[in-house]
């Protein structure tokens, strides 16, 4: 009997979710306890995406080789474990094929287009071996390609959805087979116009799970990693951090945006835009509880977490006085957008503008080196210098921006720290700077035992 599901959810698995047979029987454990769970989004096992990102950046054939057995082993460890392995191995295998392949002609001509297309190859195994462990435990499965819905602009490595051909598509391809399976498909790919493979950019699994909800008006997305929520800052830099239960879609959106990376950056916006709650936990400690990402929390404090995000450049501005700063502000600006720069960051003085700009992010293109044209046309206006090898280093809150004491609770633990770059009173909820990474991590553990322990 075909049976409705209004209220259905979205669940995402990471990595190390499905990093091997057992986290992966553990992840169906949590799909097949949730009656109302008729989507699974999954990422690639845990350090396959890496590799064939390597492998697409062009190896020499030996390295090639080592890399493509090490993918190799991960999926048959895999299916050496299934009870029925025959089909779904050569089906594996096939894919393996299409990576040797691929690597080999991105070892004579590399190319974002390319290397989408075998980055992509880490879901579609992932999604496939899910599937059939789940067929496995008796559920009533179909395994979809993503591709299909997700349609994006044509930017490799970092492309962007659009958003009424992805609703359209999801209606039409997916909500029919809702109501007849769980449907597993795959996080972080999509097609362009012309049909060819695309990606979110890293970490990208998280905004296909709430672009799924978003254009099916899910009930919940629920994001399952390796840690029981969102912390008041990275676990791994701070043991002491600690969860927070519940937090609103603004706080946990800057969170993400400023380098958390237990969310891709864009993950909150479409659930923001249909007001779709969502729920972080662990896959491997379910009783453990998570957070609850929402519309509005009670009692918003002043301090909520602090972020960091790596791999950031300063690039300072320095004009050479021949032309009047509002001038020299607008021939800058307008450089910086004919090369297509994201700047993150700005500061000014009158003759000087000091850049953040970010370097991780992409699949491809992220080696954090200017490029040379921008430079060029960047130096016959003005004096250039850039700093590579910074952190940013984000706290997190409510109305900083007017609160006394801020400023004193900050700078006193940024005293030790030989701080690049700062930005406060732009946004009301955060303060920010820019630090050499080397120092960042201990600069965030003061901070942090300052101002939440
Ligand atoms: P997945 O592969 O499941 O998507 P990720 O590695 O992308 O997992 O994200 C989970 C990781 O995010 C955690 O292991 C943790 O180290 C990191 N992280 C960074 N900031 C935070 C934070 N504020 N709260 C929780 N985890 C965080
Ligand atoms: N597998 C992709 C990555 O490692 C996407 C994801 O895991 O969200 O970046
Ligand atoms: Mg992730």
Same mark, same amino acid.
């Given at each position: ?8 959810v ?20 949590i799909?097949?306890?949730?009656d109302?769970?008729?989507l699974?989004v ?6 396959v ?11 020499e054939?030996h390295?090639?080789?080592d890399?493509?057995?090490t ?9 050496s ?14 894919l393996?094929e ?5 690597a ?8 974002s287009?390319l290397? *989408? ?6 879901e579609i195994?992932?999604s496939?071996?899910?599937a ?5 435990r008796?559920?009533r ?10 349609r994006?602009t044509?930017l ?9 051909l ?11 087979r ?5 449907v ?6 999509g097609?362009?116009?012309n049909?060819r ?5 890293r970490?990208?699994s *998280? ?7 978003e ?15 969102i912390y008041?800052? *990275?676990p ?6 600690q969860?927070?239960?519940h ?9 993400a ?11 909150l ?20 509880g998570?957070?609850?990402v ?11 977490a602090i972020?960091?995000?790596r ?8 004009s050479?006085?021949t032309?009047?700063?509002h001038?020299?502000?607008a021939?800058?600006?307008?450089i ?12 000014t ?9 970010n ?20 130096s ?5 210098e850039?700093e ?11 109305q900083l921006?007017s ?12 005293e030790k ?17 820019l ?14 035992r300052?101002?939440f322990?």
């Amino acid at each position: 009997m075909t049976r409705v599901y209004p209220q259905f959810v979205v669940a995402k698995f990471g990595g190390t979710s499905v990093a091997d047979f057992d986290s992966m029987n553990r992840s169906a454990g949590i799909v097949l306890a949730d009656d109302h769970v008729r989507l699974v989004v999954l990422s690639a096992s845990a350090g396959v995406t890496n590799l064939l990102v390597e492998l697409s950046e062009g190896l020499e054939s030996h390295e090639r080789m080592d890399k493509i057995d090490t993918l190799r082993a991960i999926q048959h460890n895999i299916i050496s474990r299934l009870k029925s392995p025959s089909v779904i191995g050569k089906e594996i295998d096939q894919l393996l094929e299409n990576i040797t392949r691929l690597a080999e002609v991105a070892s004579i001509t590399p190319s974002s287009a390319l290397s *989408d297309d075998l980055v992509s190859h880490g879901e579609i195994m992932s999604s496939l071996l899910f599937a059939e462990v789940l067929r496995e435990r008796e559920a009533r499965v179909e395994w979809f390609d993503a591709r299909k819905v997700i349609r994006t602009t044509p930017l490799y490595g970092c492309a962007e959805p659009h958003l009424n051909l992805v609703e359209k598509q999801a209606e039409t391809h997916l909500r029919p087979r809702l109501e007849q399976a769980i449907v597993v498909t795959q996080g972080f790919i999509g097609s362009d116009e012309n049909g060819r493979t695309t990606t979110l950019g890293r970490g990208g699994s *998280d905004y296909t799970a709430s672009l799924l909800g978003e254009a099916l008006h899910a009930a919940r997305i629920d994001i399952w990693t390796d840690v029981a929520g969102i912390y008041t800052t *990275d676990p791994r830099i701070v043991a002491q951090a600690q969860r927070i239960d519940h937090i609103s879609f603004a706080e946990a959106s800057n969170m993400a945006a400023f380098g958390a990376k237990v969310l891709h950056p864009a993950t909150l916006l479409p659930a923001m835009r249909k007001n779709i709650p969502v729920f972080i936990g662990s896959s491997k400690n379910t009783a453990a509880g998570g957070t609850l990402v929402r519309r509005e929390t009670e009692a918003p404090p002043l301090y909520r977490a602090i972020a960091v995000r790596r791999k950031q450049t300063l690039l300072k501005l320095h004009s050479l006085n021949t032309q009047p700063t509002h001038m020299f502000f607008a021939k800058m600006f307008a450089i910086l957008a004919e090369h297509q720069v994201d700047v993150e960051l700005v500061t000014t003085t009158e003759q000087s503008i000091a850049l953040a700009l970010n370097g991780t992010g992409c699949t491809s293109g992220n080696d954090n080196s200017l490029p040379t044209a921008l430079l060029t046309a960047l130096s016959s206006h003005c004096r250039v210098e850039s700093e590579t090898g910074l952190a940013l280093v984000t706290l997190i809150g409510n109305q900083l921006h007017s609160s006394v004491g801020v400023c004193r609770d900050v700078f006193f633990e940024l005293e030790k720290s030989c701080v690049r770059m700062i930005c406060h009173g732009a946004a009301n909820d955060i303060l920010c700077f820019l630090l050499p990474d080397d120092v960042a991590d201990d600069t965030i553990s003061a901070l942090h035992r300052r101002l939440f322990e």
